[in-house]
């Protein structure tokens, strides 16, 4: 097994006023070529918008866009004609494609939205724009994992063009979970949402990230009551 571990004040940060963003990958004006990507995984930006402000049209292609609202509602809106707020407990997936215009903004005047935004290389290329949203249950993720994105379109969660798997969970102090790799030689990155962490045999605290790779299986401990961790499955080359 190799672990790299990354912690939380070593990402790139842009704070634009209206934005403040982590960057755990090279991504706009953030360049360490040491981190440019994690297999499949490109980019996983850490975002605050203030109340009404946002991201304005921009285009997408060839890529798979996961966003994982934590706090707040946000607005989205695209040219498939797609118009949705998506909140906590919500996942959005958008495969770009052929090419996909879209627009984020903070639904809410008056408190931030805070969520995930992360970036997926796909499997195949150039195929129909799509969009999808769906609601979780918290409850399914406590103390054990809740799949929330796989390459399955009938399988649980949201589906992409890449044989990657997400799961988060909400575990309770000392509570212990074994992960097992769904592909052999994918990789996994571990990020710690909130509370602190032993992912396997590494201590975590809040945001702090570990690359892992060449195992089978890995364990995950609480150190702190509600300790929230996403974790990402990915192919390691692209």
């Known amino acids: 097994m190799k672990t790299e571990l990354h912690t939380a004040d070593s990402r790139g940060h842009a704070d634009h006023g209206w934005l403040n963003s982590y960057h755990s990958f090279s991504f706009a004006n953030y360049y360490n070529p040491q981190r440019m990507n994690f297999g499949a995984l490109r980019v996983l930006n850490d975002d605050t918008v203030n109340g009404g402000m946002g991201f304005g049209a921009h285009p997408h292609a ?117 992960y097992e790799i769904k592909q052999k030689g994918n990789g996994v990155y571990a990020f710690v949402i909130n509370g602190k962490a032993t992912v396997a045999g ?9 690359a892992i790779t060449e195992v089978d299986t890995f364990t995950l401990t609480a150190l702190s009551h509600q300790t929230e961790m996403l974790l990402m499955e990915v192919p390691m080359t692209v």
Do not use: C
Not at 101 to 118: C, G, M
Not at 202 to 210: K, P, Q, T, V
């Open 62 to 178: 060839n890529m798979e866009i996961v966003s994982i609202p934590l706090e707040g509602d946000l607005e989205h809106q695209d040219s498939t004609g797609r118009k949705a707020i998506i909140k906590n407990g919500d996942i959005q997936v958008m495969s770009a494609g052929t090419g996909i215009t879209h627009s984020e903004k903070n639904a809410n005047n008056d408190r931030e939205v805070k969520f995930l935004q992360i970036w997926i290389i796909p499997n195949r290329q150039q195929v129909e724009p799509r969009y999808d949203q769906i609601t979780l249950d918290p409850k399914d993720r406590h103390n054990q994992l809740q799949q929330i994105l796989s390459p399955q379109k009938d399988d649980e969660g949201v589906w992409i063009h890449q044989n990657a798997w997400f799961h988060l969970t909400n575990m309770d102090q000392d509570h212990k979970l074994t």
């Open 202 to 210: 590494e201590h975590l605290g809040m945001r702090d990230a570990l």
